[in-house]
């Protein structure tokens, strides 16, 4: 019987010794330590950049009484990359992060980011489908998901309503094609005051990549082994880009002849029309004529698609705390009220389809777009779901660089194009293997 109560005692203590520490465990705070950047990752002005990772804290430590969540403040786009590759060979990165674009093949090499496919399976309250493909594509590498797209930029054509309606030409539908933008564009590039030098243009500031886009080609495969610029859709892209530049290639045209009214389409990101569009930067800026946005033009083998900007957010390989980082993570990308808040404290867009795709969404945009200015709001679910994600290996902007430098050169050539596109595919894909 001594034998027995012994043991019974022993068996009350140990419960109780466990008991004990588990209310310690519960009691005892836990601090998730964040990775966030200061201002706009597109350079759009700011008035309170961390109002919505604000609410996202104040929300998420309301629901976990235990948790602190902490970032430190002040760090600049120009410094953050720099900052978070520091702190993770230190060993002291955050839980969680953002993730710029030039920085994710980098951080996936390093195996810095934690996978998320198993999370996304496992939770019910959020899913890959609520996503737009091309920002959920941003955060993947080789089929596995590494980060969740916390704000995206999508390109959007910037159209000189004014200058058009002087020419007696019907503004673009959203379902406009290349033929449509040369027709025009040939069709307004003239000389309006007579003194032998062209005055009006038809665009500025598109490019071959632009073109690339809306063809269906792409420049390097996913995983930046192979270049395909001379791939036929890529030839024909960089043609009509070709073509479309001879209209003005005694007179290149600027992004201020655009401010001053004188040529008719130019790129624009969101991002710089949800800028420039309501009072009194509209003022400032374009003050003389009437402008809005539609999708891009289409080539014969593409769509009206452009290529998204995606800043991610993800979580690290060594986080001590990945059940609630992950909550985290959730909450700030997949949590509807959060992601609203893009569009009244930010200039960019959410990449949740039931957010951007919202008569919330669009009423709100709308206050800041006024009379008939709009195009750029209905379609912008639109453009979302047609957009591109740009691959982003390591050394990614190197190749680029590189690319860009020797396509330029080719289009300048007389000769053959696609010969030349192929010498370009060969000299860059051996820096690709160096």
Known sequence: MKGLAKRLTAAVLLTAVSLTATMYSRARPVELRLGFMAGSYWDAPNGNCYAVIDAAVERFEREHPNVHVTYTSGILKRDYSEWLIDQYLLGSEPDVFLVLPEDFGTLCELGALAPLDGCLAQDKE?????????????GAENGVQYALPYECVPTLMCINKSLLEN????????????????NICARVTRDTDGDGEIDQFGCCGYTWQDALTANGASLFTEDGGSCLISEPKAVQAVAFAQRLGKLTAETVPSARDFDEGKVAFRPFLFSDYRTYQPYPWRIKRYSDFSWDCIPMPHGPAGGNSSELSTVLAGISSRSANMTLAWQFLRELTANADNQSMLFTDSHSVSALRSVTDSDETRRILRQDTPGESRNGVEMLSDVMEQAVAAPRFRNYDQALLLTEGLVQNAMEDEHNLSLQLQRVQHEVQEYLQE
């Open 167 to 182: 020419e007696g030409i019907t503004v673009p539908s959203g379902d406009w094609t290349w033929e449509d933008f040369y």
């Open 126 to 138: 959020v899913s890959d489908t609520d996503f737009y493909p091309a920002a959920l594509q941003s």
